[in-house]
């Protein structure tokens, strides 16, 4: 099985009310890997086809 990413894929995240596109940087085996605000952050792939709160990413460092 592959995944392919292409540098289109993103994760909309809510922010103060605003929807911000994060772009997806790296696809792990649990979770994407995404740039926010610039830090990196985990989204587990159950939350990505819906927009989320900010407070549900997890650092990736």
Do not use: F
Request: charged letters at 25%; hydrophobic letters at 45%; aromatic letters at 8%.
């Amino acid at each position: 099985m592959a995944i392919v990413l292409h540098n289109y894929n993103i994760v909309r995240v809510i922010d103060d009310g605003k929807i911000v596109n994060c772009t997806v940087i790296k696809m792990c085996l649990d979770y994407a890997l995404i740039k926010y605000k610039g830090s990196k952050y985990k989204v587990p792939y159950g939350l990505i086809d819906k927009v989320i709160g900010h407070e549900l990413l997890l650092h990736a460092e």
